[in-house]
Nanobody, 120 residues
């Protein structure tokens, strides 16, 4: 059974930094990609950053230059994707979701989401 465990988030002051982590476990399939999405109230869920199995990375224009995504794996079958963001803005607020894609056979999975609020 695939499990995604997210951590990080909370209240951050404008101009501050953020670190989100997501640990994926429980799948026998290789990871195709790991990503972070976010959703603000009344808005569609949008991609923030994605890293694929070849370590190709893409960022949304809204966070480019302020965000860094990375991934790591251990020998116990756990894979972690981490998102660092700096110079946070109020418009960065929202629920941040981890997404892990194990390909057509392994499936695509979402974390439960973690709230990020950028406010003074």
């Amino acid at each position: 059974q695939v499990q995604l465990e997210e951590s990080g988030g909370g209240l951050v002051q404008p101009g501050g930094t953020l670190r989100l982590s997501c640990v994926a476990s429980g799948s026998s399939f290789s990871i195709n990609s790991m990503a972070w999405y976010r959703q603000a109230p009344g808005q569609r869920r949008e991609l923030v950053a994605v890293i694929d199995h070849g370590n190709t990375i893409n960022y949304s224009d809204s966070v480019k230059g302020r965000a860094t995504i990375s991934r790591a794996s251990d020998n116990l079958g756990k894979n972690t994707v981490t998102l660092h963001m700096n110079r946070l803005r109020p418009e960065d607020s929202g629920v941040y979701y981890c997404n892990v894609d194990f390909g057509r056979l392994g499936g695509n999975f979402w974390g439960q989401g973690t709230q990020v609020t950028v406010s003074s």
